[in-house]
């Protein structure tokens, strides 16, 4: 029911007590056996949404198969490329918002949180074309209508949007328009949709290497008077392995803005490893072993710092995933050695089961991973949810 100490995680057991793990108090007969099941998780074990089984041009058995595994093991979600202003218009004024609007009213139907993955990115190549070609008026209305038409579509629907991605490796708007263009970004959006989340996203930022240069730039953004609500950093930026230490201090330094930090596209083994340019590349069983050693400690790492608030993969089946190697299941849908790591962990691990008898008062307490709960006796269930903001859940049943 409690984290389990590892020899490589220092400390790692300590700190997911600590911080992810709360009290329930449980008030009914004297005598009375109790159950508790833990039925979902408060921090976010996400993972990215292809395009393809939301659109025609997947299988109808894959495209099910898919969503079915999506949302066995997940508990959050964003779109990997669906959302981006190059695939929703690819030519000015023809925006195609199917594949969104399918995603939307899907992780909604099925309660997953969903981010939106982005609304302007502004490392050059990926500016769409024909917004290079307008006079910097003409830009700054089709950018106002981008933001402004996503917070309106999808007000109160979307929890958090990445506002402008990898600001640290380019800034095209910014440099047309002026660094305040952020401050527009953000204000555009939120007064169409004043329930929604602004992050930051950027890479290279968790191994360290650009760390100081995010930290600078959140910084000018707050002081700007951005209304930043979070810090996304992405996970895809090591090799095989990664530098513990590296991760640890950047997610120490991170923590001084006092927002949720979010781990939000993670691949293991990442972009920098051999796997990335040869697709086709096979681990060998030795290599998945140990990339199954190597995502569990990431995630012990993550999972156990008060800071972050949840890790979304970015990708999760062999078949539709940018780095194959890095898939919680293959091809066939069997599950990799990190897919298995992953079970472990979410579901055994750091998942509270518990059966007992309540003492001679009516009562029982125990510690709890937060996150809803179904609290049954022979007569009677409720469900009730443990917050961390709370710390405890107290529940009365006959």
């Known amino acids: 029911m409690g984290p389990a100490a590892h020899a490589d995680t220092p400390g790692a057991a300590e700190g997911i007590r ?35 089984p939301f659109s025609d041009r997947m299988p109808p058995a894959d495209a099910a198969r898919y969503r079915d595994v999506f949302r066995a093991n997940f508990n959050a979600a964003v779109p990997d490329m669906a959302m981006k202003w190059p695939s ?27 981010r939106g993955h982005n609304v302007f990115w502004g490392v050059h190549k990926y500016v769409p074309e024909w ?48 660094p305040r263009i952020t401050l527009d970004m953000a204000h555009w959006l939120l007064e169409e ?12 930022i968790l191994t360290g290497k650009r760390l100081a240069d995010y930290v600078a730039q959140i910084g000018e953004l707050l002081k700007m008077g951005v209304p930043l609500a979070g810090i996304g950093v992405q996970g895809h930026s090591h090799e095989e392995t990664f530098d513990r230490e590296a ?47 190597e995502f569990s400690e990431y995630f012990r790492i993550c999972f156990s710092h008060p800071a972050v608030s949840g890790i979304l993969l970015w990708g999760f089946w062999e078949n539709s995933n940018w780095i194959p190697a890095s898939s919680l299941f293959r091809q066939d849908w069997s599950p990799t050695p990190t897919g298995l790591a992953y079970r472990d962990l979410v579901f055994k691990e750091w998942w509270t089961r518990w059966e007992g008898t309540a003492d001679h008062h009516g009562r029982c307490e125990l510690p709890a991973f937060f996150g809803t709960y179904r609290i049954s006796t022979s007569s009677k269930h409720i469900d009730i949810e443990l917050r961390k903001v709370d710390g405890t859940a107290r529940v009365r049943l006959p």
């Open 131 to 178: 917004l290079k070609t307008m006079d910097d008026e003409t830009l700054r209305q089709a950018m106002e209508t981008r933001a402004r038409s996503l917070g309106a579509r999808y007000r109160g629907r979307v929890l958090e949007y990445d506002l402008n991605n990898e600001m640290v490796h380019g800034n095209y708007y910014a440099e047309r328009l002026g």
């Open 247 to 293: 991760l640890r201090h950047t997610l120490d330094e991170l923590a001084q803005f006092q927002l949720p930090i979010r781990v939000t596209e993670f691949n293991m083994p990442g972009q920098n490893s051999k796997f990335f340019n040869r697709r086709d590349l096979a681990p060998t069983s030795e290599e998945e072993e140990a990339q199954a050693r």
């Open 88 to 114: 929703m218009e690819r030519r000015r004024g023809e925006v195609n918002y199917a594949i969104v609007d399918a995603m939307v009213e899907w992780t909604e139907q099925n309660h997953l949180p969903l």
């Open 18 to 52: 600590e911080n992810r793990m709360g009290r329930l108090i449980i008030e009914t007969t004297p005598g009375a056996l109790v159950q508790v099941e833990q039925t979902r998780h408060e921090f976010w074990f996400g993972a990215a949404l292809s395009s393809r």
């Open 193 to 204: 949709d004043p329930s929604a989340r602004i992050f930051v996203n950027d890479y290279d």
